[in-house]
Nanobody
Framework: QVQLVESGGGLVQPGGSLRLSCAAS????????MGWYRQAPGKQRELVAA???????NYADSVKGRFTISRDNAKNTVYLQMNSLKPEDTAVYYC?????????????WGKGTLVTVSS
């Protein structure tokens, strides 16, 4: 079994910063792509940023230049540094990891952490 624990969400004023973390634990052999998605009220879940095992990154156009994704393979953790936050960044943020265990492989999702950008 693999468990994901997210942290770092909260309320922040426009222009502020937050750092999200997602730590995986369990019988993990390797983690390939790690990513962050978000879902705002009434909208579909969308990809925010992703990072491969080779540390190649991909960002949604709406967050380029403001958000930075990174990973710590030794800790099985992915981070999302969010700067210059805007009200439209308000959403529940979910981490997504492609995990290979000794017996299986597949996508795992965190439970989500709420980010609210408001004055």
């Amino acid at each position: 079994q693999v468990q994901l624990v997210e942290s770092g969400g909260g309320l922040v004023q426009p222009g502020g910063s937050l750092r999200l973390s997602c730590a995986a634990s369990g019988s993990i052999f390797r983690i390939n792509t790690m990513g962050w998605y978000r879902q705002a009220p009434g909208k579909q879940r969308e990809l925010v940023a992703a990072i491969t095992s080779g540390s190649s990154t991909n960002y949604a156009d709406s967050v380029k230049g403001r958000f930075t994704i990174s990973r710590d393979n030794a800790k099985n953790t992915v981070y999302l540094q969010m700067n210059s936050l805007k009200p439209e960044d308000t959403a529940v943020y979910y981490c997504n990891l492609y995990v290979i265990t000794k017996g299986t492989y597949g996508d795992y999702w965190g439970k989500g952490t709420l980010v609210t950008v408001s004055s």
